[in-house]
């Protein structure tokens, strides 16, 4: 983080959240990375639900189906940037991102990553192999 008004916040509140954000929220993600807080008020223009958390000083986005609040622990300096390292106080989850075990289900949230090298959002859910057993042909 750079010059921002989010690590302004977070170094005066000492927390932060993070919420990854969901195919449903794409529009409003995207926003939030080319907007800046200090020209414009961010939730209003989202029409998204913020509220204060219940365990830390920060905002909780309502919509967003999985949030960690987080206090900071450290913060560093990572070539001019701030790095900030937190710890995870609470996770909020909305049930229907969860599995019949109560884990978060990827292929029910469709969370979302920036594929920098084309400039869009991809959406991470399929299942191409499964965790220490894939490997195991090569073994």
């Not at 977070?10 to 529009?27: C, N, Q, R, S, W």
């Not at 200090?38 to 309502?62: Q, Y």
């Not at 990572?78 to 900030?84: D, H, L, P, V, Y």
């Not at 710890?87 to 289900?105: F, T």
Request: with cysteine.
């Amino acid at each position: 983080m750079g010059d921002r008004k989010t690590t302004e916040n977070i170094l005066a509140k000492g927390a932060f959240t993070v919420a990854p954000a969901d195919a449903a929220h794409v529009v409003e993600a995207d926003y939030f990375g080319m907007a800046t807080g200090r020209t414009v008020n961010k939730a209003e223009k989202s029409g998204l639900t913020f509220v204060r958390s219940a365990h830390v000083d920060a905002p909780v986005i309502e919509e967003f189906p999985l949030t960690m609040e987080c206090i900071v622990r450290d913060v560093q300096d990572w070539g001019g940037e701030r790095r900030f390292i937190g710890e995870v106080v609470n996770a909020r989850v909305d049930e229907a991102i969860l599995d019949e075990e109560g884990r978060v289900d990827f292929a029910h949230m469709r969370p979302i990553v920036y594929d920098s090298t084309r400039r869009i959002y991809r959406v991470v859910g399929e299942e191409v192999g499964g965790a220490w057993d894939a490997g195991r042909v090569l073994m």
